[in-house]
């Protein structure tokens, strides 16, 4: 028995006190399993029907709680899977898994149950892949994003492609095998312009990743700027409540705080970061250095900068370029405030008053986020699809060149095979048999 075999069991709810907590039990064993820690009253139930039964180990009753038997292959991992719920709280848990064990199944590892319902064909990678994401999702566009993979709308994609692609294979594998034939074959040009064409909607797709994730996993902004700039005004503002402390004095702020907050569709987690100057105390500068540190890995930087001295700002502004960046004209209400610095618009507030604050929100979201589900056909938000997209969008590109070049039409077809391939593993698929399928079946046979 391998490693990756035998019966399965977890705990699917979160671990802590709740009303009810599920075990799952799945393997060829788990109805053996279920029966030994099991005393039922009214018998074994029907298939996907619960109940009531009385959970025992070697010392006595542990519970009493529901058992539903969900038998191969109709079930969610594909194979024998028994569902017990219990009361929720982890003393309870811990000795059925316990009696679980000591009946035969194995403690399951992360992603096992959905590993398992896709190596036995009862979900594809890409919805396997929205399992996770809808048990991740940091919001509700997040979750429309998961849906969408739920409902096959990845897959979809995959499928759309690989059958444009199987066409253009087609197309290819005529010019090589049948010469001589006279075929109607597209032109070249035609051809070309529809690898273009599939490289394009593969790559829009891929494209769509980095608002996916964002909206998915959620994202981090640092504000980062001199001192009594306003980043803990904005801080508090922003998070709709007081929890930085605010003073005239500068470096107050010398922790990283950190808050999580929802802007517009995106669960961002704000940081709070000490000011910079020069000649800074010790405290101030090892707190300048943490700021630097948390702060390299913010998705977004907000650069505050004092509107009424944006010259304040320049160490900052020169240290953030390059970097994905907005910049903040804060102190708005002090004369002299000025509108932009170096040519780029400064966005408005007054921290102190929250003037400017929703709409500073709002350009959050906007620079994390390009795509919200509906209005794009599809956003993808796992980093293995936009990868393969990417592979296959540039393998098109490939391909189109090679067909109009001096590598010719066997290069062209043998970069589009790879491509393909691509979109196997995009879905765990193979898809080789209907290329054959297809571009026999623009042929006479009988000829
Ligand atoms: N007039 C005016 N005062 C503001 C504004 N925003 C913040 N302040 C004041 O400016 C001072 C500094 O604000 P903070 O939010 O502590 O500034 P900070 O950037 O966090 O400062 P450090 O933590 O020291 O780096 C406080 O007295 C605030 O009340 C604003 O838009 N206009
Ligand atoms: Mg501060």
């Known amino acids: 028995m391998s490693a990756r075999e035998g019966t399965l069991v977890a705990c699917a709810t979160p671990w802590g006190r709740g009303g009810v907590a599920l075990l799952r039990l799945s393997g060829p064993q788990a109805q053996a399993v279920a029966a030994a820690l099991s005393k039922i009253p009214g018998g074994w139930p029907p298939a ?59 403690m399951a590892e992360p992603g096992e149950f959905t590993r ?30 998961a849906q969408q993979g739920l409902g096959g709308g990845v897959l979809s994609l995959a499928e759309t492609l690989a059958n444009a692609l199987t066409q253009a294979l087609a197309e290819l594998e005529a010019r090589l095998d049948y010469p001589a034939e006279d075929l109607t074959l597209q032109e070249d040009a035609v051809l070309a312009e529809g690898l273009l064409a599939i490289a394009a909607k593969a790559q829009a797709a891929a494209d769509t990743y980095a608002s996916g994730r964002i909206l998915v996993e959620g994202a981090t902004v640092a504000l980062v700027g001199p001192v009594n700039a306003g980043k803990s005004s904005l801080f508090n503002a922003l998070g709709g409540s007081e929890r930085a402390l605010v003073s005239e004095i500068p470096g107050t702020t010398r922790d990283v705080l950190e808050r999580r907050v929802r802007l517009g569709p995106v669960a961002v987690t704000l940081l709070d970061t000490a000011g910079q100057r020069e ?7 090892a707190g300048m250095a943490l700021a630097e540190r948390l702060g390299a890995s913010a998705e977004l930087v907000l650069v505050v900068v004092p509107a009424h001295d944006p010259e304040q700002a320049r160490a900052v502004l020169e240290r953030t370029e390059g970097r994905r960046r907005l910049l903040v004209g804060n102190h708005m209400d002090r004369p002299g405030a000025q509108s932009q610095v170096d040519g780029i618009p400064l966005i408005p507030t007054v921290a102190a008053t929250g003037q400017g604050v929703p709409e500073l929100g709002q350009a959050i979201a906007d620079a994390l986020v390009q795509e919200e589900p509906g209005s794009a056909s599809l956003i993808i938000a796992s980093q293995r699809q936009r990868d393969l997209l990417l592979g296959v969008a540039e393998a098109c590109r490939e391909s189109h060149e090679a067909l109009l070049g001096p590598l010719g039409v066997a290069v062209s077809a043998q970069v589009l095979y790879g491509a393909l391939e691509r979109l196997d593993k995009l879905s765990g698929r193979d898809t080789r048999e209907v290329v054959l399928d297809a571009l026999f079946s623009r042929f006479c046979i009988g000829k």
């Open 279 to 285: 000649n800074p105390g010790e405290i101030e500068a």
């Open 116 to 145: 398992r319902a896709f190596l036995n064909g009862r979900m594809d990678l890409t919805r396997a892949e929205a399992v996770l994401q809808a048990i991740d999702a940091q919001s509700s566009a997040g979750l429309a994003i």
């Open 48 to 106: 996907r029907r619960a109940r009531l039964a009385h959970f025992v180990d070697a010392s006595g009753a542990i519970d009493t709680g529901l058992l539903t038997h969900f038998p191969g292959p109709r079930s969610y991992t594909g194979e024998e899977l028994v569902e017990l719920s219990c009361h929720g709280n982890p003393l309870i848990v811990e000795r059925l898994l316990a009696a679980a064990i000591t009946a035969g199944a194995r």
